[in-house]
């Protein structure tokens, strides 16, 4: 089917999209609808931890359908209380409320550390968060969010987020005031560049949190579930936060997201939260089978060791073009450019024959990477191989056009 018999007109605009549609998916590789093929490293922005169409997720969906869909979130599911369970045991947390995104569960963050604020803290309501941040696209979690820009698209904003500085502990120290009842962040920054909160800032963060009798809640949607090579990132600095939030890797691909809080943080009441689909069985039978695999025996040490492999790779890369080296924690890696030349690659990535190359640029000096937790060794050197290529066309590219000026 050519693209033109597609009416793409009837989806609202809300991005520019290249005139391809994806009809099939295995692993790290999908294919469009002309049959080509590419690797994907960008697994719907670190959603498919384990990859496109895995059996586990398969099997998980197709029991379930035939079973139980929605008996509504006013009674309770078998699903529902198993993955609560598993996620209670293998993290700090003691309560856990599903939502369907992150930006959901963020807010959901939101307003918890709101009522707790209410109850312990005489109405203190402002959460400190990060410039450069990110934590959704509702009003309130844009206006957490230190994106450049959001302060203006749907102003006025919803006030109480002061923007401290990540790796600053004083920026955030000299926010604290008598109507501060959290701070918020993500141990690393995805969207503002794959930029780790340092283990030395996280433990800091939890002292001064302490100290002033106040929240700390790590946005986790990106780095939860296996992506740093530990289940969850603040396990990386051997903290305890007080609120945690999953998404994305959660569902493996499907919309599942997750709102855990200590027990003496959760003072939810009835009507305070709640949601149509709030811990649906057919998207906790999918919760279960992610864990499962995550927490299957060798699981996240193969993700570390693939992390260290991508990470020598990207390194070995960056010194052989002259770039500026590579950053992250586990399978979440960036590499700095040294010119904004990241919109380029994405386009002459994807372009290649026979076979396609998926990368991103959240910022034009650099790509990010967000393969799935399972991706092989072989699917690491094909992509540094096509990466290679690609780079060494834009700076030739680059270098053509700067002599014919």
């Known amino acids: 089917m050519e693209f033109s018999q597609y009416n793409a007109n009837a989806l609202m605009y809300i991005t520019p999209r290249p005139e391809l549609v994806f009809t099939e998916g295995r692993g790290m590789w999908l294919t469009d ?24 997720i398969t099997d998980a969906v197709v029991a379930q359908a035939g079973k139980l869909l929605n008996p509504s979130p006013a009674f309770y599911n078998e699903n529902m209380i198993m ?21 959901e569960a963020n807010e959901g963050a939101i307003k918890l550390a709101r009522k707790w604020g209410q109850k312990n803290k005489n109405g203190a309501f ?7 941040g990110f934590h959704g696209r509702t009003l309130a979690t844009m206006s957490a969010s230190g994106k450049p820009g959001w302060d203006t698209i749907f ?76 289940l969850f990132g603040y396990q990386l600095s051997g903290i305890e936060p007080d609120i945690m939030t999953l998404g994305k890797g959660i569902g493996g691909g499907v919309p599942l997201a997750a709102l855990l809080a200590k027990v003496d943080v959760s003072c939810f009441v009835p009507g305070d939260q709640g949601g149509t689909y709030n811990g649906a069985p057919l998207m906790t039978a999918v919760g279960l089978a ?30 052989q073009l002259g770039m500026e080296g590579e950053r992250g924690e586990g399978l979440l890696r960036a590499l ?14 994807r372009d290649l024959e026979p076979i396609g190359l ?32 690609v780079i060494q066309q834009v700076i030739d590219e680059k270098a053509a056009a700067s002599t014919a000026s």
Not at 83 to 102: I, Y
Not at 339 to 349: F, N
Not at 359 to 377: D, G
Request: proline share 5%; charged share 20%.
């Open 33 to 56: 609808h002309n049959g080509k093929r590419y690797l994907d490293y960008l697994q719907g922005w670190a959603v498919n931890c384990l990859g496109h169409s895995p059996q586990c």
């Open 83 to 103: 993955l609560a369970d598993q996620l209670t045991k293998h993290s700090c947390f003691d309560r856990v409320f599903f939502a369907n995104s992150g930006a």
């Open 126 to 132: 402002e959460i400190i968060t990060f410039d450069h």
């Open 155 to 230: 102003a006025p904003q919803v006030t109480g987020f002061p923007k401290a500085d990540l790796n600053d502990i004083a920026s955030v120290e000299k926010l604290i005031n008598d109507k501060t009842v959290a701070v918020m962040l993500e141990p690393v920054q995805g969207e503002g560049g794959v930029i780790p909160a340092s283990r030395e800032f996280m433990q800091a963060l939890r002292a001064l949190t302490k100290q002033h009798n106040i929240l700390l809640i790590v946005d986790e949607v990106q780095t939860g579930m296996g992506r740093t090579g530990e």
């Open 336 to 349: 700095k450019l040294g010119s904004d030349i990241g919109p380029r690659l994405v386009e002459v990535a």
């Open 358 to 389: 998926l990368i991103n640029s959240p910022r034009p000096n650099l790509l990010r990477f967000m393969p799935a937790l399972n991706v092989s060794y072989e699917e690491i050197d094909t992509m540094i191989s096509m990466l290679s290529k």
């Open 290 to 319: 992610v864990i499962k695999a995550l927490t299957a025996p060798g699981f996240l040490d193969e993700v570390k060791a693939k992390s260290a492999y991508l990470s020598k790779a990207l390194n070995t890369l960056s010194e």
